[in-house]
């Protein structure tokens, strides 16, 4: 069987939605350098790129990732979209490997973009009606205990409960992200996964952006502890937007080869893809038959699910694995994967995660996966584990080895 190693990483800095520096670049764009970029670092002709593969959830719909390869000079390599919403990225990444294990490709490109700053509005037509409304496309039925569209109750405040964690919990696990991720800006631990970008300002003017921005090097307990929580109306509601992930713009990708390629081609593999699973779960109580019981809503849990599911297929245990990052859509989630998997958290998102870096929606899969890449290849190799909780009720983790440098 062949193994899927990847060769070359290359993302964006995370920039802040909205008001930050990536505000004005879109998707596109970000997914063009990123694409360019790995494919340069990897230093292969691009002539030999079989296909691109990008998450881009939220993003309209469309095929980003043939747009990407086709300005990044891979004409001939075809593109795919993939929208397990948050999971996208890591999703695209796994499709890479799955293909050149197969030996149906030698090359692959994937990863995932997003811009917040520049998503697109839907519009459609009401069934039963002529009137055309604003639209976003639903995860699952809407119901009270899981709105589709307040994820500060279906994933954070549901998994709070779920796992009996308490408010000083939940900031104290976004304080310690805030002050891992300043940490590992100012050590230069993600200097060499990041692709600066050079923007434009609207007057003309230009700019190098080179570093995540989304960090806050001023918070403390006592700020995070003074925030409002989302939702005052529910008693004990303990989700506020500082123990919340952050809405971002960047994009990643990845190099994937078989083993043999590599050698054949003096690339350095830099990462073995060991295996990976994903999972569903209730995304909204489920009643059970026509009694009272039933199953809770359980999003912010899933990763519980899909976490076992990656280890059991690469033959390992909680205990082999060296390094986690575990996405903070909400500091609930691996907050409640630690307790509930016993996970020991002095090495879960040890530079940070979606409090403090962000949260790029299809990016955020691929980002994890190359942090996780370069900072065990600093401590000399050893197992990873990337996992995340995505909307609909889902999750997926990957196990990743990193040999020796």
Known sequence: MNEAVI?????????????????????FELATLAVGEVVRRAGIDPELVDDVVLGEALYGGGDIARYAAIEAGLVNAPGVAHNRHCASGMAAIQTAAASIIAGMDKVVVAGGTNSSSTSPRSQRRQPGTDDVVDWYSP?????????????????GWNAAKAAGLSRADLDGWALRSHQRAVAGIDAGAFKEEIVPVEVTRRDGTTFTFDTDEHPRRDTSLERL??????????????VTAGNSSGVNDGAGAVLVTSRA???????????????????????????SGGGAGGRRAETGLAPVRAIPKALERAGLSVGDIALWEINEAFASVPAAAC?????????????????????????????????????????????????????????????????AP
């Open 261 to 287: 390629f590599a050698e054949a081609n003096g690339l350095e593999p830099l990462a073995v893809i060991r295996s990976w699973a994903s999972a569903g779960v209730p995304p909204a109580f489920i009643r």
């Open 339 to 403: 307790k509930l998997l016993g996970i020991d958290d002095s090495i879960v998102n040890f530079l940070g995660s979606g409090c403090s870096l962000g949260h790029p929606i299809a990016m955020t899969g691929a980002r994890q996966i190359i942090t996780l890449t370069h900072e065990l290849r600093r401590r000399g190799g050893g197992l990873a584990l990337s996992a995340m909780c995505a909307g609909g009720g889902m999750a997926s983790a990957t196990v990743i080895e990193v040999p």
């Open 7 to 27: 060769v070359a990483t290359a993302r964006t800095p995370v920039g802040t939605a909205r008001k930050g520096s990536l505000a004005d670049v879109d998707a």
């Open 139 to 155: 995860t699952h039925r809407n119901t009270p205990d899981a709105p589709n569209f307040d994820m500060s109750i279906t994933v």
């Open 225 to 238: 502890s003074g925030l409002k929580v989302l939702h005052p109306e529910i008693e004990g509601f303990s």
